[in-house]
């Protein structure tokens, strides 16, 4: 190899990409490269750019520019390489653009790139037509950890470029998941979190196309997943309440190590606006599936993301948002401003909401949230301040130990010992609104 054996990845955009950029990690470091965190000299910087808003496309050319501009050799993949190769390729120091197809042909461009071989700077294809690409992980970077088990979404959205990124639904091959399970518990990780572009449509383009049996074959996976030795917890990725059937959650429920903590991609509290979005439930069927897990699971917690002042949006339907997050109790809720994507459906809709007007609606569903989360997190400490939780340890830095509960509330502990990676039974004492504060329960 020549004195190109320096790399740095730097990562923008959702789990997939983290769960792609640490594969690439640990290839790149079992070929003999040295990977360096951001910041750190570098001969070669992966960009694994984002592109769901303009803001991430702006993200993306910024990092690309300052990589470049630090004298690196810059390599370019993720969405935003996939939906606009020339515009990455054209940013002066890229050596070589990729898309998410072709994520797992990097190692092999950087090695030709150490030995001085001629290369095409454009190799982004089809991604419409483009397999499952191979990228998989056996050591892990940190004791939760991410496993990849499909790519693609064929939801439409109005609002949404993704498909155009991320292609159709390509699922995973079980076995390759399940050995990764394996793998990464056997190396230290006890939390294992199967992730994807669209979570619960793992299957559907292999043996489960029958809309009505949505999920199941998620359903299958997860039976398995809970089955393999050393995994002591296991987490899902984003899930849209379309998936939350009645023998769904059942099988849900029936999980020995599945945390009962969810994550819902709800968007709206409104139906009418969920129409307009295009998403395939209304906002009572959401509802609808919260209860069912709480009835099925009754320490359940939830988060979500809702989308704030999109095309239309009334003062009605922002209150019926409102209204519906107070409903369903979200321990954590992401909120985000509509942004216009161009090339989506949304973008060309008429009744735009004014910036001004989409941050005042943030803050009015900021601050109902933030009073709804003190409330919870001080009913969560009355509820565990003698039984305990149990949380993962996950870093441990001057005396104070942090991790998450079981119900993926974060969790600072004082202790002299040290607990990284370690399960431990935790009782709650107070918090301040963000994270809770507790001690270990003596043995």
Request: hydrophobic share 35%; proline share 5%; glycine share 6%.
């Amino acid at each position: 190899m020549s004195a190109l054996q320096t790399v740095c990845i730097t990562t923008l955009g959702c789990r997939v990409n983290q769960y792609e950029s640490d594969a690439l990690h640990e290839t790149l470091t079992g070929m003999g490269f040295t990977l360096v965190g951001p910041g750190e000299k570098a001969d070669i910087t992966i960009v694994n750019t984002c592109t769901v808003t303009a803001e991430s496309d702006r993200k993306s050319r910024q990092m690309i520019r300052r990589a470049a501009g630090e004298g690196y050799a810059v390599v370019v993949t993720g969405c935003f390489s996939q939906v606009s190769p020339d515009a990455a390729a054209a940013i002066p120091g890229v050596v070589y653009v990729c898309g998410n197809g072709e994520k797992s042909k990097i190692p092999g461009i950087l090695q030709a790139l150490a030995e001085g071989k001629p290369l095409e700077k454009d190799s982004v294809t089809d991604i419409f037509t483009a397999g499952y690409d191979p990228l998989s992980r056996h050591c892990p970077r940190r004791f939760r950890s991410f496993i990849k088990i499909e790519d693609g979404c064929e939801n439409r959205c109005a609002y949404c470029i993704i498909p155009r990124a991320r292609g159709k639904v390509r699922s995973r091959d079980r076995d390759d998941i399940l050995r990764e399970a394996a793998a990464l518990a056997a190396s230290g990780s006890p939390e294992i979190i199967l992730t994807g572009i669209e979570t619960a449509s793992y299957g559907m383009d292999t043996h489960d196309t029958d809309r009505q049996r949505y999920g199941m074959a998620l359903a299958d996976l997860l039976e398995e997943v809970d089955k393999v030795p050393g995994v002591e917890r296991v987490s899902l990725g984003s899930l849209e309440p379309a998936v939350m059937s009645r023998e769904f959650v059942a099988r849900l429920a029936s999980l020995t190590h599945l945390l009962p903590h969810f994550h819902l991609s709800i968007q709206s509290g409104s139906s009418s606006v969920l129409r307009r979005m295009r998403r395939r439930y209304t906002a009572e069927q959401a509802l609808e599936a919260i209860r069912r897990l709480r009835e099925a699971i009754p320490d359940v917690t939830f988060s979500a993301d809702v989308i704030v002042g999109f095309p239309g949006e009334t003062e009605a339907e922002l209150e019926e948002t409102l209204a519906f997050i107070k409903e369903a109790r979200f321990l954590h809720l992401h909120l985000f401003p509509y942004s216009i994507r161009k090339d989506t459906e949304a973008a060309s809709m008429p009744d735009q909401i004014p910036e001004p007007v989409k941050k005042e609606r943030l803050k009015r569903l900021e601050e109902a949230q933030n009073t709804l989360r003190l409330q919870m997190l001080e009913d969560y400490v009355t509820a565990h301040h003698a039984d305990p939780v149990w949380i993962l340890v996950e870093q441990q830095k001057d005396g104070i130990a942090n991790g998450h509960t079981e119900h993926y509330v974060e969790t600072d502990i004082p202790t002299a010992e040290d607990l990284t990676g370690k399960i431990v039974p935790v009782l709650l004492e107070s918090t301040n609104g963000k994270i809770c504060f507790g001690k270990v329960k003596d043995k």
